[in-house]
């Protein structure tokens, strides 16, 4: 029988799962939460050919090919099938979007997951299984996606709601600065350091927020985030996640 | 600009720099203002944006607000770099000990040595543009720039006494500590603390054609007549201010030694050159202005020579 390591969305990140227990678990239709993570089965056409593709060995050295097929390793999984063939990730799962972040950025965080300086049963694994080249090859192809249009809401728009105050306007009290100071008008993102905020799925930037919070996320340089993130409650956890979630979105409305 | 990094470079590798020391003076030029410690005292309360009437007066507020975070777009005429307002006036111009609105706004019209004259508030804001925006000729002061972030302060100071000196106004002093400053050190406190955000070179960084986070030396910064280029008035900012968010976390020492360091970097030349003279223009307006770089010779480079 064929061994497949296959962290995938079930969270069964050690290895040596067996083919026909993953089968199993991916016809499960109920959702399953790992780590405040809200996990559920993808298209199974999809990733089926995502794994028996894995399986056969079909690797070829070329990042896109790393993006839609996986690395040469076993265990180095192909992106597409969480994060999308548009690389803008699943928001009812909380998978992040790629397309178009920093290559820097994401190599960093590849890097992180390896070490274990960023924390993820279904990255770590997954990322373990990838060398150094097809980091670099996979994410060049990655920052080369589109990224979706961002309206340049910048400090001198005129703030609605608990959310988009703390983006523009920061709580000083607590020295917490705008988010937009940072990550940019609109959360579009500066530099290799300040990753995108727009169009995340409001469950993952959820996620990262409270996994700053916890310290279970540390992996930022200086603590840049982690001291904001301790400095926010709940509810503008919350709603900032709510309000660059869609922030892309906003301005096509009439 | 390229020339001088090499020598630059080259100088943290040697002995601290004793410049001028801090001159006293009784204006409005260099603030005098004693240090605090920590968060303690209650600063004065602006008012919040909630309050704001639903008039021409509130309408006239929030374009001045939009100037003051915006200012290179919003006014683009008139800034010359890459900066905005509230890139040295965080919060809007709202936080204490970073040289807040409603510390300023009440304390005018006040004599300044800078241009040794009794200066309106109006006056004073032209100041920022020429050169802290490095933007030649300042908006007029009837202009709707001027008259914006005038309201823009006075409705922030709403409530404050007049001509009283308010906890938290400018920049609290952070003393030079007694060994001096540094450049190597400096330059080692901006490669871990700094750079991140300004960027290697001090360039800053951008999303598309607009500043995200400014730029500190070059010719898209602030010009060797801004009060920011003296190294005490940086690194009481820097103390207060830096990195964002972390307001306080760097020593003393560390606050002088990075300001050392990014002022004396190149910058757009001082607007009040004298007859084309670095030395003339050091003599009249940069020998008795605080702790600062301007027309000192560092490893055989003038400083002050400009940006093109």
């Known amino acids: 029988m064929p061994v497949c390591r296959v962290p995938l969305l079930i ?5 040596g799962i067996p083919l026909r227990s993953i089968r199993l678990i991916f016809f499960r239709p109920k959702l399953i939460t790992i780590m405040g993570w809200v996990m559920i089965p993808l298209n199974r056409a999809l990733l089926g050919g995502v794994v028996l593709l894995t399986l056969n060995s079909v690797q070829a050295q070329t990042s896109a090919n790393i993006y839609l097929q996986g690395g040469a390793q076993p265990g180095a999984l192909a992106c597409v099938a969480c994060h999308g063939a548009d690389g803008m990730g699943l928001a009812p799962a909380g998978f992040p979007r790629l397309a178009g972040i920093s290559a820097d950025y994401l190599s960093k965080q590849l890097h992180d997951f390896q070490s274990g300086k960023r924390v ?3 990255m770590q694994p997954l990322a373990k299984a990838l060398t150094d080249d097809e980091i670099a090859l996979v994410t060049q192809a990655i920052t080369a996606m589109p990224a979706p249009p961002v309206p340049p809401i910048n400090r001198s728009s005129m703030p609605e709601g608990v959310g988009e105050t703390l983006a523009l306007r920061g709580a000083w009290d607590r020295q917490i600065p705008e988010c937009v100071s940072c990550h940019g008008p609109g959360g579009a993102g500066v530099g290799s350091a ?20 916890d310290g279970s996320r540390k992996n930022d340089p200086n603590d840049l985030m982690g001291h904001i993130a301790k400095a926010m409650s709940e509810d503008e956890v919350k709603a900032v996640a709510e309000y660059f979630s869609t922030v892309g979105h906003k301005e096509v409305a009439p | 600009m390229k020339s001088m990094m ?3 470079a080259l100088s943290m590798l040697l002995s601290p720099v004793a410049l001028a020391a801090t001159i006293a003076m009784d204006d409005q030029s260099q603030i005098k203002i004693p240090p605090v410690s920590g968060h303690g005292p209650e600063y004065f309360q602006p008012p919040l944006e909630s309050e704001l009437p639903d008039n021409a007066y509130g309408k006239m507020v929030k374009d001045g607000y939009a100037l003051f975070v915006d200012t290179k777009r919003q006014a683009p005429q008139f800034v010359g770099n890459g900066l905005n307002c509230t890139n040295c006036h965080l919060d809007q111009g709202r936080m204490a000990n970073s040289a807040p609105l409603w510390g300023a706004y009440p304390m005018y019209p006040a004599y300044r040595k800078k241009n040794d004259k009794v ?3 109006a006056e004073r804001l032209q100041g920022c543009f020429q050169f802290s925006m490095n933007g030649g000729t300042p908006p007029a002061a009837d202009s709707r720039e001027i008259t914006a972030l005038s309201v823009y302060a006075y409705w922030l100071s709403t409530k404050a006494p007049v001509g009283v000196e308010l906890p938290g106004r400018g920049y ?5 500590p007694t060994g ?14 700094c750079a991140i955000c300004h960027g290697d070179n001090g360039q800053g960084q951008k999303v598309g054609a607009d500043y995200v986070m400014p730029p500190l030396w070059g010719k898209e910064s602030y010009n060797w007549g801004a009060g920011m280029h003296r190294i005490n008035t940086a690194a009481s900012f820097i103390k207060h201010n830096m990195p964002l968010g972390k307001a306080n976390s760097l020593s003393d020492e560390q606050a002088w030694d990075v300001a050392a360091y990014i002022n004396t970097h190149e910058r757009p030349q001082d607007p009040r050159l004298v007859e084309g003279s670095v030395e003339k ?12 770089a301007y027309g000192q010779t560092l490893n055989g480079v003038l400083i002050g020579v400009g940006t093109q």
């Open chain 2, 172 to 176: 609290p002093d952070v003393a030079q």
């Open chain 2, 281 to 292: 223009t050091r003599l009249k307006y940069h020998a008795n202005d605080g702790v600062n």
């Open chain 1, 194 to 213: 300040f990753p995108p905020l727009a169009n995340q799925p409001a469950l993952y930037l959820v996620a990262q927020l409270n996994a700053w919070r």
């Open chain 1, 11 to 15: 969270g069964c990140d050690s290895v």
């Open chain 2, 6 to 8: 090499p020598a630059c």
């Open chain 2, 180 to 193: 001096g400053y540094d450049l190597a050190r400096g330059a080692a406190v901006y490669k871990d603390q």
């Open chain 1, 120 to 122: 993820s049963p279904v």
């Open chain 2, 119 to 121: 200066n309106t508030f």
